[in-house]
């Protein structure tokens, strides 16, 4: 069969997502890099293109370069679907011209900028009927669709509590020195959106509540932390979640928890059993009861869900992490690019980053108006 012609735009050798999404690209044979704009400036464009054995007459000047010239190849040699890298005030522009243009698309997270431009987006792609995956990567670990699976299977009855922590401290050591902050575009708005930490983190912990549960978020009450005056984008929140008046939870994100490095802590909690995963952790999951001792879960057996086991490649006991997350979610895109058939939640889809920008408007309103309660109904 042959490969998938994939275009990359952003993700270059200066960034931090890039290596993640070329690395996931290769690792079921499925997709080739054939172009992109891995970078706004022309030669360390192309010089990286080099070093990553690209052919350099599909790297192009710009992102309207690629477009223009891409558009003019003949169909069976045109780049089928392009990996938006950027940071997110480019998303939407960027993702917006490529639907446009007949390409599928896999976004980074949050999907846009603004709630308005996720359903400007999503009409675009429904009209297109469009392949659009938003790589909230932990969705893509076998622990995750694990627990998925057998939430969906009643294997915890009833759910009453979420409880989803996600606590980074990298902010700390820049956000005390004014001059030091300045640098930092996840803390500037006209890069990040109206929100830092929510925006960046607390949108995976949102994803995850309602992909693990397969229940949406009914309301929201958020605390944001600024920090400074001059500061104007959240550093921490905490957010209170209602499904219903019986199922409620909390959402927990910090980029100022000093000492934290990637913490993403999920637990569901219903009447029969509850999951407990950590992203820092991720092949152990564990399942607990009333009456009987803590149980570990772990990838790479036969007991695990279909789904698990799709996402596994080697033997229990070699431990599979995040570049391996992303591969899954790679290979999910692949699935519904060539029409196979694939497992529920594969890949998060525009759906989650649609809601992941109703989340982020609701969650920063909420706190300016005082901490008040406010739907989630997408309308
Ligand atoms: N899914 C995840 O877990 C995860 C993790 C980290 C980052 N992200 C997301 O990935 C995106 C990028 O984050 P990052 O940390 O890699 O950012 P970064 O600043 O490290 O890298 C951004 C890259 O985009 C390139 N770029 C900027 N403007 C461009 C343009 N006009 N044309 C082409 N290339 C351009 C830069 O040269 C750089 O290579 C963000 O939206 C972020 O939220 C997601």
């Keep these: 069969m042959s490969k998938i012609r994939l275009g990359i735009v952003g993700g270059g050798g200066d960034s931090l997502i890039g290596v993640l999404h070329r690395v996931a690209s290769h690792m079921f044979d499925r997709y080739e890099i054939t172009g ?9 464009n192309i010089k990286f293109a080099k070093h990553i054995g690209v052919n350099t ?5 710009d992102f309207d ?14 780049i089928e679907v392009v990996s938006v890298l950027t940071p997110n005030f480019l998303h939407f522009p960027m993702a917006k011209k490529l639907l446009e243009n007949g ?15 996720a359903l400007e987006l999503e009409e675009l792609q429904k009209r297109n009927n469009a392949i659009f995956a938003v790589t909230y990567t932990y969705t893509g670990y076998p622990m995750v669709r694990h627990m998925k699976h057998m939430i969906a299977n009643g294997e915890l009855g009833e759910v009453q509590k979420v409880d989803i922590q996600y606590y980074q401290g990298w902010i700390n050591p820049v956000i005390h020195d004014p001059e030091v902050r300045k640098t930092v575009w996840r803390l500037d708005p006209k890069k990040a959106g109206i929100s830092s930490c929510i925006g960046d983190i607390g949108t995976h912990a949102f994803q995850m509540t309602e992909y693990l549960t397969g229940m949406e978020v009914k309301s929201i009450l958020s605390d944001l932390n600024m920090l400074y005056d001059d500061n104007s984008l959240d550093l921490d929140g905490t957010v209170l979640i209602r499904f219903s008046e019986a199922v409620k939870g909390v959402i927990r994100a910090s980029q100022i928890a000093t000492g934290e490095e990637n913490g993403l802590t999920v637990a569901v909690y219903g009447k029969k059993g509850a999951f407990k995963w950590e992203q820092e952790n991720p092949n152990i999951l564990y399942h607990m009861t009333d009456d009987q001792p803590k149980r570990i879960i772990k990838p790479g057996h036969a007991y695990v869900s279909d789904v698990a086991a799709d996402g596994t490649k080697l033997p229990g006991g070699h431990p599979e992490g995040i570049f391996d997350a992303m591969g899954n979610i790679y290979k999910g895109v692949a699935k519904a690019l060539r029409g196979e058939k694939s497992f529920d939640g594969e ?16 969650v920063v309103e909420s706190h300016k108006n005082g901490n008040i309660w406010l739907s989630l109904d997408k309308k």
């Design 103 to 117: 390409f599928h698309v896999i976004c980074e997270k949050p999907l846009t900028t603004s709630y308005a431009e």
């Design 65 to 78: 370069t690629f477009i223009e010239e891409e558009v003019s190849k003949p169909k069976d040699q045109r």
């Design 57 to 61: 007459d599909r790297v192009y000047l």
């Design 36 to 44: 992109g704009v891995f970078n706004p400036d022309f030669d360390e």
């Design 347 to 362: 890949y998060p889809t525009m759906n989650d980053g649609v809601r992941g920008m109703l989340f982020i408007e609701k």
